[in-house]
């Protein structure tokens, strides 16, 4: 009772990445709060397939439903899965994907229990709160911590009286570690039939397709990214090539993917994807709350720009004063000869 759980996102039989970000996390929130990490999965054909993707990260306990019509994914079954296992097992934390997925099922959830939800959190910690209008201490109530009025402020979210404290983060934002502690590790296979109405089943999938992800942005080691101060979609081109001689990826801030000059789906920041890159290279971005969350914890930070005054530049390792063309170029040209 009053457990932490994670909801685990399947593709067949692979668990999707954000859960063991978020079994990680789970985990260490678990442990501060001295109760046990549990952990959902829903598909069919899954079981004895999925229990080595989960259970190193440190789970006490998985619910493992399996059943027919469980995928591909659809609204109705799984949420009756959570609505009324959280109605038998009264957890106080679950964290799920902020993917479409979890987009889907992490509202209809929180509806269903009337609890509160906070989306797209970049941190999650455990803290007190004191109500100052009723008077009420609070004791071990999670934090949700997000951007929030455009990036301009970082909001910190509590839901003091209704559980669960549900929060959805989206891939890349907490690392995955494997658990190096000790974990019960137990596997419960429930009735599915008891927990899913009949009728959740009456939306079919009739055709699905997956488009692989074209590059990993999410997984390279340099990352060269360009602001709305890059100046044009020609002014990438420069990028790419720079991407292309130290064999990293190239990103971009929202603003560059506003104007049209990149494709949505190299965004970083709190709306597109959160990076870990041994360095980035930040090139004419000026350095919102939205897109710092994105890469704050890449190992080196060099900002390119040239207002001096630049947000960007308080968290960057190393500030190059300039126009990005003049020293792109420059660190291109370099490269290109120390490279042969």
């Not at 009053?2 to 999707?16: L, S």
């Amino acid at each position: 009772m009053n457990n932490v759980f994670v909801y685990c996102e399947i593709e067949g039989t692979t668990v999707a990445e954000v859960s063991q970000e978020l079994l990680t996390k789970g985990r260490k929130l678990a442990s501060e709060l001295g109760v046990e990490l549990h952990a959902v999965v829903a598909g069919d054909g899954i079981k004895g397939k999925v229990e080595d993707q989960i259970l190193p990260y440190g789970v006490d306990k998985l619910f493992v439903f399996d059943g027919k019509g469980l995928f591909p994914y659809t609204s109705a079954p799984h949420t009756d899965i959570l609505v009324n296992l959280f109605k038998e097992e009264k957890p106080q934390i679950c964290l799920m994907g902020a993917t479409v997925i979890g987009r889907d099922l992490g509202p209809r959830v929180s509806s269903s229990l009337t609890s509160g939800l906070t989306a797209d959190c970049t941190q999650l910690e455990i803290g007190d709160y004191d109500d100052v209008k009723t008077g009420k201490h609070y004791e071990n109530l999670l934090y949700q911590i997000r951007p929030a009025f455009g990036g301009n402020i970082v909001a910190t979210i509590v839901n003091p009286d209704h559980r669960p404290q549900m929060a959805t983060v989206r891939s890349g934002v907490m690392q995955k570690a494997l658990y190096e502690g000790q974990a019960r590790g137990e596997v419960v296979t429930p009735d599915v039939d008891k927990y899913v109405d009949a009728a959740s089943y009456v939306v079919k999938v009739l055709d699905r397709q997956v488009e692989q992800a074209k590059h990993n942005l999410k997984g390279a080691s340099i990352v060269v990214a360009g602001g709305y101060g890059v100046g044009s979609k020609e002014g990438f081109d420069m990028l790419f090539q720079l991407a292309k001689e130290l064999h990293g990826e190239v990103g971009a801030s929202r603003a560059a993917v506003d104007a049209g000059w990149v494709d949505h789906d190299r965004q970083v920041g709190q709306t597109g994807v959160t990076v870990h890159p041994k360095v980035y290279i930040a090139c004419g971005i000026s350095g919102q709350i939205q897109h710092i969350a994105g890469m704050q914890d890449a190992g080196i930070i060099i900002s390119i720009n040239n207002d001096p005054d630049a947000p960007i530049n308080k968290i960057a390792d190393y500030v190059i004063v300039g126009t990005v063309e003049e020293t792109v170029s420059k660190l291109i040209k370099y490269y290109k000869q120390n490279s042969k």
